[in-house]
């Protein structure tokens, strides 16, 4: 759960609402990364790994190797494991990447199935390699809940 990263802490003082807060893909990437101390620029395409690797995310006390999959306000409904990359395989593709923890986030609700696939990919990874690694998800609401928390990470800048 996104309460218990140490790195996303002011979350904790936001009540989980009921509300959805949509700002561009892109715009979410950068505040995350400036929450987490990273300088990074985004290119978008079908075939990487992760949408923002760090390895400034802390949980449990320590730093963790973190990789993320954002979905944008372009994708519609909710998010089903079909509609995470273009052939279906982004949830496969984020679990490849050499991280301790996996995080996907999107703005509306997240079904079941992208969850129950997300942890047995983890799993089976976890068990091959006999590392402990963690996963979670940053739903709507989280997702809203880190834009009160961080107002000035997520602050718009025209380019």
């Known amino acids: 759960m996104i309460d218990d990263i140490e790195s996303f802490k002011e979350v904790r003082k936001i009540e989980r609402g009921t509300e959805f807060i949509?700002?561009?893909?892109k715009q979410f990437k950068e505040g995350i990364a400036k929450i987490l101390g990273e300088i990074v620029e985004f290119?978008?395409?079908?075939?990487?790994?992760s949408d923002l690797y760090t390895e400034n995310l802390f949980l449990n006390n320590k730093r963790q190797r973190a990789a993320f999959a954002f979905k944008g306000s372009g994708t519609k409904g909710s998010l089903t494991p079909g509609k995470l990359g273009k052939n279906g395989d982004q949830i496969q593709r984020l679990v490849e990447s050499p991280a301790?923890?996996?995080?996907?986030?999107?703005?509306?609700?997240?079904?079941?199935s992208v969850i129950s696939q997300f942890e047995k990919l983890i799993q089976l990874k976890s068990y091959f390699t006999k590392q402990k690694l963690?996963?979670?998800?940053?739903?709507?609401?989280?997702?809203?809940?880190?834009?009160?928390?961080?107002?000035d990470a997520f602050k718009f800048s025209e380019e």
Request: overall charge negative; glycine content about 10%; aromatic content about 16%.
């Open 43 to 49: 290119n978008d395409w079908g075939g990487e790994v």
């Open 134 to 151: 963690c996963y979670g998800i940053i739903d709507g609401y989280d997702s809203a809940r880190l834009i009160k928390a961080y107002p």
């Open 22 to 25: 949509e700002i561009p893909e």
């Open 100 to 112: 301790d923890v996996f995080i996907i986030q999107y703005w509306r609700d997240i079904k079941e």
